[in-house]
């Protein structure tokens, strides 16, 4: 007698794929769950289903939609709804999650591409679509005055006037002359009002101890940091062709060097075609997910400079990259004691008021560079994660960069054991100067390099030595060269 052939059913099941026969057959046997009309998924876990794949889910049925209204800063649901740009009317129920239409004008001028073809609201399309009259879809008056308030804080004075004149040169072609008059004056309200100085970190980390061995290695960082001279590689439009495949090659190596090993072809195959290997899901959902973070505009430069939100956006990140990966609960902080080798990294019960306490520690510092060193360090050292800590470390330093319209920084392969080594020793004994230097030279090599293709940028690797395996680079007495300008 034949054996029943198990159907191995993707994750989202869209029935006009499929014969309606065989889906239901499925739905009543229990194989496929029912995620809204037309919609099925293999998993009985719906509501977690839909929390990951509503961007997919987004595309399909909202296919360009601009994710506005009270969805704009967030740029993914919140409290159960996602509020979208879109001609078609009608709502869709999700478990978990309601997808909330209306008809305007579409992607417009200052809109980021988002993942799977829809559209990110801009900072400023985001501010005057809160504040005009859109009814319950709109974020309340207060939570729109804590966003500039928020703006001022994090990007400064001259960021947020450039917001306002943008937002003022946006305004005629979306219909939003009022919501910039009530704009405009917020924005002078906050620019009148904002205090000069910081809040203390003992408001901070209230009811959260810390690490002091830690604060004081990141108090000496921090000083150090301040005296540097700043290392500046502006990311130039004009050169935005050379940069197209960077986030691809920073999300591979950085996998690499935490032991996911693809070959660049797998790689691309992966993130370009979204061909995951059937033995490696998990590895390949976490060069996915890498990607994703630092391509996208909810993520891959979204800064802070409150304590508290730096780790709600070091969660949101986590979580992203290890969403597959429920072991090691993604998107929250160990509640367990690690150690890797010699390093001991703080108890579990001292990560929250170490990051808190060490992430205000670094306030002070203006260079985007030595920001962006610090708070690489600041994760690398306080390991708030049970896995992923390296590429949480590297993605929220490059947001520090690309915020600031600085390069990002991949480290390679052919690099590894310099770059640990130096964040070994800073934690070790508090020798900073080796691990500056190597992120000096890594954010050298990658604004010299030409990321515009894989013709143009795998020669290069190869010529200066950053797909070299490690142990090979040192039996072979090689280093990572900068490439020929």
Known sequence: MPTKVERRWPTLVWTASYSAAVVNRAAAAGDLHRLARGLYTPRSDVEEVVAREWLPIVAHEYPGAVLVDASARALRPMDGRLFVDHHRRSSLRL??????????????????????????????????????????????????????????????????????????????????????????????????????????????????PADPSRLALF??????????????????GQFADRRRLL?????????????????????????????????????AHDVLGTYRLATSPAYAAVVTR?????????????QVLMADRTDVGPGRLRQVNVRAGATIFPRWELVRGTLLEGFDLGAGLHDPFARAVYIHFLVSEVHPFADGNGRVSRLAMNAELDAAGMFRIVVPTGYRDDYLGNLIAASRDGHFAGMLTAFRHLA?????????????AEPLLESTFALVDPREAVARGVKLRLPDR
Request: aromatic share 8%; net charge negative.
């Open 219 to 236: 108090d000496s960082l921090a000083t150090q940091l301040a005296s540097e001279t700043p290392e500046l590689h502006p990311a130039l």
């Open 444 to 456: 050298r090599w990658t604004a010299l390099m030409d990321w515009s293709s894989r013709e143009a």
């Open 247 to 283: 986030p691809f090659y920073e999300a591979y190596f950085s996998n690499f060097i935490e032991g996911t090993e693809f070959s660049l072809d797998e790689a691309a195959d992966i993130v370009f075609e979204g061909r995951i290997p059937a033995n490696r899901p998990l590895d």
């Open 306 to 318: 409150d304590a508290g939100e730096f780790i709600e956006a070091i969660l949101a990140r986590h």
């Open 95 to 208: 478990p978990g999650l309601t997808i909330l239409p209306r008809s305007g004008p579409g992607a417009a001028p200052g809109d980021g591409p988002g993942p799977e073809g829809i559209w990110m609201s801009s900072i400023e399309r985001g501010l005057l679509d809160n504040l005009a009259d859109v009814g319950d879809r709109a974020m309340s008056a207060d939570d729109v005055r804590r966003w500039v308030d928020f703006l001022l804080t994090s990007r400064g004075v001259a960021r947020l006037n450039q917001i306002r004149d943008r937002a003022r040169a946006l305004a005629p072609s979306i219909r939003r002359r009022k919501a910039y008059e009530r704009l405009n004056g917020i924005i002078a309200t906050a620019l009148a009002t904002h205090p000069t100085s910081t809040t203390g970190s003992s408001k901070a980390v209230a009811g959260n």
